[in-house]
Structures are given as structure tokens and as C-alpha cells.
């Protein structure tokens, strides 16, 4: 695994046995708490990531890097690869497909895994099948439900042990816009770039009294609503609000059209003034 071209050769010859081989699956909790390393060999690229674009593919000066860091430290940083469980046998690489070159050209040899159960079309299918109600609340959570610094009034931290097992910080009044929501009738769908399991999205905010009904995360979120899915949402909802930072987007099954209603408040009065903007949509729909 020294040289480039014979790390390019064994690329393709993995993509290649992978392809139309590999299914996602469901990890069980035990493995997504407690299985933290697995053997390069059980590591699969990911043909949708760049890695493996044949016109991107690896960038060699970084694999590079993460060797010398192995080989000065015995690690490739406190990150673990972000992998997804496959059948028949491993897991597919979602974020850290050079650090597996890396570990591959130096033989380090078990690499630190963390596995998530990422959103699959099946899994969106499921949820909306599972819905009771002919609306819902659309949310991002990297750009709005979570926050860092001081710009941005945060909930309090969740008591020990669980501030240890969440280390992201939600925008206060989140957790109360959710469940007034909830109470109007509305799904409540949150989405996210980042690769995190459908079960710690889930647990995290049921840890703050909030039903979420719709989780899309990773891949997913990537590919967007297309196709069977987007014909079930569709079909389900008659209505759609999207909550940004700045305004509240509706948009309805029956008209192309859509409504903005800004979000004119200040960071500590953000979700009060998002209940205001509902209520006033719905009044204004019991008047039609």
C-alpha cells in the first residue's frame, strides 16, 4: 500500500467487488455503544463520496499527513471514522476515507470506529407511514436547532450522566416551539448533514419532552426528497412549514405558491415570535 498506483489498484478493485453487493443495516444498540475499533480489511469506501470519484479521487499529500501523524504518534487524531453497518460483512466509510488510507499504507491496524445508523429511504417511508397528522414543521438542525457560542441564548445543559452522552447545545426555546407545535397538529421533521444515528437524534430530544416524527441525517439529507419519497410526503402532508432563522416558509399541497413570514425578534425571543407567526397562520386558516 506504499504508492499511489497501487492504492489506486486496490480502490477500484474494492469498488468494484462492492458494487451491487453491499446493503445497509440497522447496528443493534450494543454496537453502536460499545463496538469502538474494527480492522481496516472490514472497512469499505464509499462510492458516493469524492474520495472515489475517479475525476477527484484521493488527495495523496493528506493520506501523507495522517501516515507521518501514525507514525509519530502511534494515531491518527482522537476522531474516529464514521462508518455504517453492511451486509454481508463490515461497514461502509462515511467521513474519514483518508485516514483509512493512511492506516492502511502503516499498517495501523485496529482503527477507532464510530457507527451510525444513518437515514435510508426505507426509514423515511416508514415514518411517514407512521404519521397521524396532514402537516408538518421542517427544521435544520446544524443552521438552526443547534448552537454554539454566546451569539445564540442556549438551553441549559442536560444533567449528569446525559451532558456527558450530548455534547450539542439547542437554541432555547427550541424544546417549547416543538412541542406547541406538536400540539397544533403538526409532524415535526428535523434534518441534518452531519452523520448521526437516527436513535441519538430521537433520544436527545426526548430528553427535552419533544416527539420527533421525521429524522433525515447524513447521505440523505445529500440526495434531498426525490422520487417514491417525495411523492409519499406529498401525499401525506397538505401542508409544509419550514423554520429558518430569519422567517417561516409555508407551503401547500394544493398551490405552487408559498407565503414568507419574517422572523423579526431577538435571539431570546426567537421561538416566541415562531409561535406567534403559527398562530396567526392557523387563525387565518379557521377564517377561509
Not at 463520496?49 to 507521518?68: S, T, V
Not at 417561516?248 to 419574517?262: A, C, N, W
Amino acid at each position: 500500500m506504499a504508492g499511489k498506483t497501487d492504492f489506486d489498484k486496490y480502490l477500484a478493485k474494492q469498488l468494484e467487488e462492492d458494487r451491487g453487493v453491499l446493503v445497509p443495516v440497522k447496528a443493534s444498540l450494543y454496537e453502536l455503544m460499545f463496538v469502538k475499533k474494527a480492522d481496516c480489511r472490514k472497512l469499505h469506501p464509499n462510492p458516493e463520496d469524492e474520495f472515489c470519484d475517479p475525476n477527484i479521487g484521493p488527495n495523496y499529500e493528506i493520506i501523507g499527513k495522517y501516515a507521518e501523524m501514525i507514525s509519530r504518534n502511534g494515531n491518527f487524531g482522537k476522531e474516529p471514522l464514521i462508518v455504517q453497518k453492511v451486509n454481508p460483512d463490515g461497514y461502509i466509510l462515511l467521513n474519514g476515507h483518508h485516514r483509512w488510507a493512511a492506516a492502511l499504507r502503516t499498517g495501523y491496524n485496529p482503527v477507532p470506529i464510530s457507527i451510525v445508523n444513518v437515514t435510508q429511504e426505507k426509514d423515511i417511508e416508514r415514518m411517514i407511514r407512521n404519521s397521524t397528522h396532514d402537516k408538518r414543521v421542517t427544521l435544520d438542525l446544524d443552521e438552526v436547532a443547534f448552537c454554539e457560542g454566546d451569539e445564540i441564548p442556549a438551553e441549559r445543559p442536560l444533567r449528569f450522566p446525559y451532558n456527558k452522552m450530548y455534547k450539542e447545545r439547542i437554541r432555547q426555546g427550541i424544546p417549547a416551539l416543538l412541542v406547541y407545535l406538536g400540539r397544533q397538529g403538526y409532524d415535526i421533521w428535523v434534518y441534518t448533514a452531519q452523520y448521526y444515528s437516527i436513535e441519538y437524534i430521537r433520544a436527545y430530544f426526548r430528553h427535552y419532552s419533544v416527539k420527533v416524527d421525521g429524522i433525515v441525517t447524513g447521505t440523505a439529507v445529500k440526495r434531498g426528497e426525490s422520487g417514491k419519497t417525495a411523492r409519499l410526503i406529498a401525499d401525506q402532508y397538505a401542508e409544509t412549514l419550514h423554520i429558518d432563522n430569519d422567517l417561516v416558509l409555508r407551503t401547500r399541497q394544493d398551490s405552487k405558491e408559498f407565503e414568507e413570514y419574517p422572523i423579526e425578534a431577538e435571539p431570546s425571543a426567537w421561538s416566541r415570535t415562531v409561535m406567534e407567526i403559527v398562530k396567526r397562520i392557523n387563525q387565518g386558516e379557521e377564517k377561509r
